[in-house]
């Protein structure tokens, strides 16, 4: 069942999909994502003059397009291998998402380049500006990135050696971990979503100071510094939804890390090898995420800082993930051996 | 025939006469403190246009103190108090990409008058406009001496553009249903002409110092002047 190649083709593509999820990152971190108004061409032509914006989105449509020849072949690859069914699945899964990434993608820049898809959208929503539809779809895509993201973590996990010799070790590692780092991946997915609200919205500065907010714990929500001569008005509620959005996404973070790392903890614990060393690497990187996020306000979000920020955070949820499936499978495996000692006896 | 040229004789004379009963807006906008420094920009990203500048940073046009210690750049206009309809002139408003550049960096439109967006580079543009209200666009130009055109539908003030290929390219359009407004020059001056008498709300936008507003009341055939001062936000 183990195939090395296979498991490291898997890996290379996960790392590939992480690479990509920055590749996004940078894209909406510098503005470029209307660089290039058509699609699928760029500027009626495959290669255009990689320059400023065009880098930039360009770039990304390359990256993502190697992205999707990758799952296309892992696709392929373990619909002809002699993996469980549920890879296979996992393996088309990602294949479809990665399209729908695609189209996704092209929607969010024709809606606002293409008068006709622009009308269509706006009709179709019933909505008198294309904004809202734009900001969606750009959220949807950032989102749906993740899940690609995850479908690859698992096909990574489930052809792995690691996978096979956790199944003979039958270790049972205890419910509370597996719980805890299946609501850890529920609460990071929840922070992955108000991440890319905060960068959809442009509100990464909605809060200019950190760690406190304004000054305080908690922001002053009815005494917010609102300039009432701003050369672009937006309203009050506007603007407190905008440092709403921020202080949930710090706010969150903490509880992310506070489940997470108490689930490490216990995942340390234990005597699993895998389990250990994955909970260990855990612990690091959500301390390294809380630190990126730091350093987005202190750099005023810096293009470099922010980008891997976005990479990170996708690491991590790939990463709980994986935890989470661990747990699961080791009080599986534990039933069923202790089934078997009582069918014996 | 005659009586056609006596018609459009009185015509002329009564739209003269109108206009002479009309007042004129005039005045200037001041720059109170220490002038900023420009804020340099490099175009590194793009060798190009980087080039066409001899390899010099350029100065930003987002603060531009003049010598007499007046502001450039500032959309002067008539907010409220407009009444009846206008007809948008003829004539696009042209707004050019030249060295990787917009000219003019602010301008007033009418609605329903034609924006031309030119592309004088020889290099690739694009130009995205981002309106709350009016419908944004987002146009390619690849080709030097290529010409696009756009009407806003409904007034906004002000609709931001800028290329995201060049991130420093950026463009402010007032969009207005009346001919009142002005933008301030290398003397910081503006004059608004032929205004109907009446109160108004006048303001002055500027793309980062914000805005100032003023009511005025002019009478017919007067030159009313009047002056705004911005100073440089904390």
Known sequence: MYSKGLHRFAVLTAAFIVFLIGV?????????????????????????????????????????GTAAILITILMIWLLRSNQPKYVKTFGV??????LLQAILGGLRVLVISDPEVQNTATEIFSVGHVEPIRMAIAIT?????????????????????????????????????????????AF????????????????????????????KIIPPFG??????????????????????????????????AGVGIYAS????????????????????????????????????????????????????????????????????????????????? | MIKKSVSLLLLALVVSLSFGQNATLKGVVKFKGEAPKPRLISMKADRQCDAMHGGKPVEAEDVVVNQNGTLKWVFVYVKEGVKGKYN???????????????????????????????????????????????????????????????????????????CDVHPWMSAYAGVLDHPFFSVTGDKGEFEIKNLPPGTYTIEAWHAKLGTQVQTITVKAGETKTIEFTFERKK
């Open chain 1, 24 to 64: 996004g990152a940078s894209v909406t971190s510098t503005g470029s994502g209307d660089a290039v108004p058509d699609w699928p061409l760029s500027y009626g032509t495959l290669f255009p003059r990689m320059v400023g914006g065009v880098f930039y989105e360009h770039g990304h449509r390359l990256v993502a």
């Open chain 1, 93 to 98: 899964i990602a294949f479809v998402a990665v």
């Open chain 1, 141 to 185: 895509h950032a989102t749906l990135a993740e899940i690609v993201l995850c479908m690859t973590f698992l096909i990574s996990l489930f052809t792995s050696k690691a996978w096979v010799k956790f199944e003979a070790d039958r270790i049972d590692t205890g419910v509370r971990i597996a719980k805890l780092y299946t609501l850890t991946f």
């Open chain 1, 188 to 215: 990071a997915f929840i922070q992955i979503l108000l991440g890319a609200l905060v960068r959809h919205t442009q509100s990464g500065m909605a809060i200019p100071d950190f760690p406190l907010s304004f000054g």
């Open chain 1, 223 to 256: 005494n917010l510094p609102y300039d009432p001569n701003a050369p672009f008005q937006i309203s009050y509620a506007e603007l407190q939804f905008k440092v709403a959005i921020h202080f949930a996404h710090r706010v969150w973070a903490f509880v992310v």
């Open chain 1, 265 to 345: 903890i216990l995942a340390i614990r234990t005597s699993v090898k895998l389990f250990r060393n994955l909970a260990k690497m855990w612990i690091s990187l959500i301390v390294l995420q809380i630190l990126l996020g730091a350093f987005v306000v202190w750099t005023k979000l810096a293009v470099l800082v922010t980008v891997l920020h976005v990479a990170v955070g996708a690491t991590i949820l790939g990463m709980t993930l994986i935890l989470s499936v661990l747990g699961w499978k080791s009080i599986k495996l534990a039933v069923e051996q202790k089934e078997l000692i009582l069918s014996n006896s």
């Open chain 2, 88 to 162: 948008p002139p003829a004539e696009p408003v042209v707004l050019d990409q030249q060295g990787c550049w917009y000219h003019p960096h602010v301008f007033g439109i009418m609605v329903g008058q034609k924006l031309e967006v030119r592309n004088s580079d020889p290099l690739l543009h694009n130009i995205h406009a981002m309106p709350k209200k009016n419908k944004p666009f987002n146009i390619g130009q690849p080709v030097k001496g290529m010409k696009s055109y756009y009407t806003f539908t409904v007034p906004e003030v002000m609709v931001p553009f800028k």
